[in-house]
C-alpha cells in the first residue's frame, strides 16, 4: 500500500503534499508504517524459512509417500490380478491333468481287466480240455477194467453153467470173446 502512495506521490507533486497532509489529517505516521512494513517482512520471512517451509516440505513428503503407496497398491492389485489369474490357469491345467491321468487309468484297468478275463477263459478252457481228457481217459480206464471184469465174471459163470473146470486157455479164449463183444457193443 505504501508503495501505491509513494508512486501515486511521484507523479503528482501536489498530490503528494496532499497525501502528506492525509496523513497528518489522520495520524498516520509513516516511519512507522514502514518499521511495521519491515518487522512484518522480517516475521514472514522467518516463518517461511522455519516453520512454513518444512511444513511444506514434510507436506509434499507425505504426498509423495501417499502417491507411492497408492501406485504401490495398484502395482500389487495388478500382480494379485496376474497371480490369481495364473493360480486359475495353473488349477485348470492341474485339473486337465489329473483328468487325463484318470482316463489313462481307467484306460489301463480296463486292458488289465480285459487281459485279465481273456487269460481267464484261456485257463479255464485249458482247464476244461485237461478235465474232458482226464475223464477220458478215466472211461476208457474203467471201460477197460470193467470188460476185463466182466469177462472174469462171464467166464466165472460160464464155468459154473458148464459145472466143470476150464482150462486156462479156454478161460483166455472165452475172456477175449467176450471183450471182443463188448467192445463191439460199445462202439
Known amino acids: 500500500m505504501i ?10 507533486p ?4 496532499e497525501s502528506a497532509g492525509i496523513f497528518k489529517k489522520f495520524g498516520i505516521h509513516p516511519v512507522h508504517i514502514g518499521m511495521q512494513v519491515l518487522s512484518f517482512s522480517i516475521l514472514a520471512y522467518v516463518l517461511y524459512r522455519f516453520a512454513f517451509k518444512p511444513v511444506f516440505e514434510t507436506m509434499d513428503e507425505r504426498n509423495a509417500k501417499i ?3 497408492l ?3 495398484d502395482d500389487m492389485k495388478a500382480k494379485l490380478a496376474e497371480a490369481e489369474a495364473e493360480h486359475k490357469a495353473i488349477i485348470a491345467k492341474a485339473s486337465q491333468e489329473a483328468q487325463q491321468i484318470v482316463n489313462e487309468a481307467r484306460a489301463v484297468a480296463e486292458d488289465k481287466i480285459s487281459k485279465s478275463s481273456q487269460d481267464a477263459v484261456a485257463r479255464a478252457e485249458e482247464i ?3 478235465a474232458e481228457q482226464q475223464i477220458e481217459l478215466d472211461r476208457k480206464k474203467m471201460l477197460s477194467e470193467a470188460r476185463s471184469e466182466i469177462a472174469r465174471l ?3 459163470t460160464t464155468s459154473k453153467v458148464l459145472a466143470k473146470e476150464l482150462s486156462p486157455d479156454d478161460k483166455t479164449r472165452f ?13
Open 3 to 12: 508503495d501505491l502512495i509513494t508512486i501515486v506521490a511521484a507523479t503528482d
Open 14 to 17: 501536489s498530490a503528494a503534499a
Open 67 to 69: 502417491a507411492d503407496g
Open 71 to 73: 501406485k504401490h497398491a
Open 128 to 130: 476244461i480240455n485237461k
Open 154 to 156: 462171464v467166464v466165472a
Open 175 to 187: 475172456a477175449e470173446s467176450a471183450s471182443s463183444q463188448l467192445v463191439e457193443s460199445s462202439n
